[in-house]
């Protein structure tokens, strides 16, 4: 492999490791955003003495989960993506040849089955679910 090929899997590889941080770091501003909206919404909801007021607060997590969602699969594409590329780095430093069939740079495809299917991951689902469990208590105590 020439060293041209080599550099281009190396920025390749950086490029999608800095992608991955650019969604982590939407993720947390997005719970950051969800759970200060949620709050506000939910006091609103009692200052008023309105409980209609908490379907708004509802509408706010569903947005924001579906959000971060589809972050986390833009997230995990770019991961797949990374990890491929350090298989091939990995051979190139063991000296090993490769198959001729790898491309660079290749971007990552996403899928709307993919948004739903990590929306449901426990670790991504469970502040939202918490806070919507929150806010149905909170209608039906009214």
């Known amino acids: 492999m020439d060293d041209k090929k080599f550099e281009i899997l190396k920025t ?3 490029l999608t490791q800095q992608q991955m941080d650019k969604y982590d770091q939407f993720s947390i501003t997005t719970k950051t955003w969800a759970v200060t909206l949620w709050v506000a919404s939910s006091g609103w909801a009692f200052q008023s003495g309105k ?21 986390k699969t833009f997230r995990t594409n770019y991961k ?35 948004i739903f299917t990590n929306s449901f991951l426990l670790h ?19």
């Open 124 to 142: 991504l689902s469970l502040p939202y679910i918490v806070f919507l469990l929150l806010s149905l208590a909170f209608f039906f105590m009214k």
């Open 12 to 14: 390749e590889f950086l």
């Open 51 to 71: 409980k209609e007021v908490l379907f708004l607060s509802i509408a706010l997590i569903l947005a924001f989960w579906f959000f971060d969602g589809i972050s």
């Open 80 to 114: 797949k993506r990374r990890d491929e590329i350090a298989i091939l780095l990995r051979k190139v430093f063991h000296g090993e040849a490769l198959s001729g069939e790898e491309s660079a740079p290749k971007l990552p495809s996403y899928s709307l089955k993919g």
